[in-house]
Every structure is written in structure tokens, then in C-alpha cells.
């Protein structure tokens, strides 16, 4: 039995010795141990439906089809964390939206979501007015940063809206006028859409970590 504990002892001392010899080694196996962190910024007027669509991302893949409970998150938890585990390694996204404690405007993200209520043409005004604008103007996106466009509340699209409908066609010009990279849109209360644009957002998201980054190479396409 005292051998093998002196063998056990003696292992596990040279190990440690080979570390302190070899600091640099040990800072890289920790480096590729952490997964690698993904900066998502929405943008939108507010109760477009940031929150809500956080909120059921939040819950899991699992639960992104068919009308499901919602809790919404507390603004004070951004940013809110969420692991990815893909065949190239492990990802952490960190979402920010506009109600975060700390400013928005000091981020430095690697991909910008512009949001806007679908029932609300206001909302798509502020959208092409003021949130494109001010993503642009405060530094806040970079030349290779993606920009992406999402509807929300997809579920209340009304086709006797007095101020005008809004179909996807006239958000998606829109989306080309600015130059942004996609057009997506969904209901975070009824599912509808909603797991295709996890999608869209995750394969953006990591796209901007390889190098020929995230932005769409033919103008503005469509989910």
C-alpha cells in the first residue's frame, strides 16, 4: 500500500513541477478550456418585444415551438448568459438590450440586432430614424460588424391596421435601404418562427469569430 501512495505522491509532484516550469502551458490549456464569449446587442423602442423574446430563448431550445408561459427576465441580470455547445467548441453569447443597467452605447458588440414591433409602424419608423442611426453614430458597430433586422410580436400583424399594415416585403426594403445584412421576424409568445431565428442569430453569432466574419456577402437576405 505505501508504495503505491509514494507513486501516487511522486506523480502528482512532478506535475505540478512541470507546470511552475511551464506557466505558459498551463495559461493555454486554461485558455482552450473557456469557451469563447459572443457579444449580442438588441436594439428597439421599448416593449417592442425585446424582453419577451429573451425571455423564452431563456428557457431552452426545447421550448421554442407552440405557445409557452413566459417570465420575463429581470433588466437588472444582464447580460443574460447563454452556453452554446457546437461540433467546432463551446460558446458563451451574452445578450444585452437597450433597459441594461450599464450604457449600451459603451458596447462593443459582435453583432447588433435592430428590433421593432410589427403591430406598431411607429416602431419601424424609430427602427430606420433613430436605433440604425444611433448603433452607427455612437460607435457602437464596427466595418465588419453584422447588423441584422427582427420583427417581433408577428403573432399581432393585423390586416386592418388603420396606419397600415406591415407585411414582410416593405420591412425587408426597409432592411435593404439600410444595408443590413438580414431580414428576420417572429412571435416570442405563439413559437411561430421563433426556433428558425434562434437559428439565424446563432449561425450569425458564430460566423463573426471565423474569418470571413458575419456580414452577408450579397446585401440583405431574408429568413
Request: glycine share 6%; proline share 4%.
Amino acid at each position: 500500500m505505501s508504495s503505491k501512495v509514494t507513486s501516487f505522491e511522486y506523480t502528482l509532484s512532478s506535475f505540478e513541477f512541470f507546470f511552475f516550469l511551464f506557466p505558459f502551458l498551463r495559461a493555454c490549456i486554461l485558455f482552450v478550456m473557456e469557451p469563447q464569449t459572443i457579444t449580442i446587442l438588441f436594439v428597439g423602442d421599448e416593449r417592442c418585444g425585446k424582453s419577451t423574446l429573451l425571455s423564452r430563448i431563456s428557457r431552452g431550445r426545447h421550448n421554442l415551438k407552440g405557445i409557452d408561459s413566459i417570465t420575463l427576465l429581470r433588466d437588472l441580470d444582464q447580460p443574460f448568459i447563454f452556453d452554446i455547445r457546437t461540433r467546432r467548441g463551446d460558446y458563451r453569447f451574452e445578450f444585452y438590450d437597450t433597459s441594461s443597467p450599464g450604457s449600451w452605447r459603451l458596447l462593443r458588440p459582435d453583432l447588433v440586432i435592430l428590433c421593432y414591433d410589427i403591430s406598431q409602424r411607429l416602431s419601424l419608423i424609430n427602427l430606420q430614424r433613430v436605433w440604425n442611426k444611433e448603433v452607427r453614430t455612437a460607435g457602437v458597430t464596427g466595418d465588419s460588424t453584422p447588423v441584422l433586422m427582427l420583427g417581433l410580436k408577428r403573432d399581432l400583424r393585423s390586416e386592418n391596421d388603420p396606419n397600415g399594415t406591415i407585411y414582410p416585403q416593405e420591412a425587408y426594403r426597409m432592411a435593404q435601404e439600410m444595408r443590413l445584412d438580414k431580414y428576420m421576424e417572429c412571435s416570442a409568445a405563439t413559437g411561430e418562427l421563433l426556433e428558425e431565428v434562434f437559428d439565424d442569430i446563432c449561425t450569425t453569432a458564430l460566423k463573426t469569430t471565423t474569418s470571413e466574419g458575419g456580414q452577408s456577402e450579397g446585401g440583405c437576405t431574408i429568413m
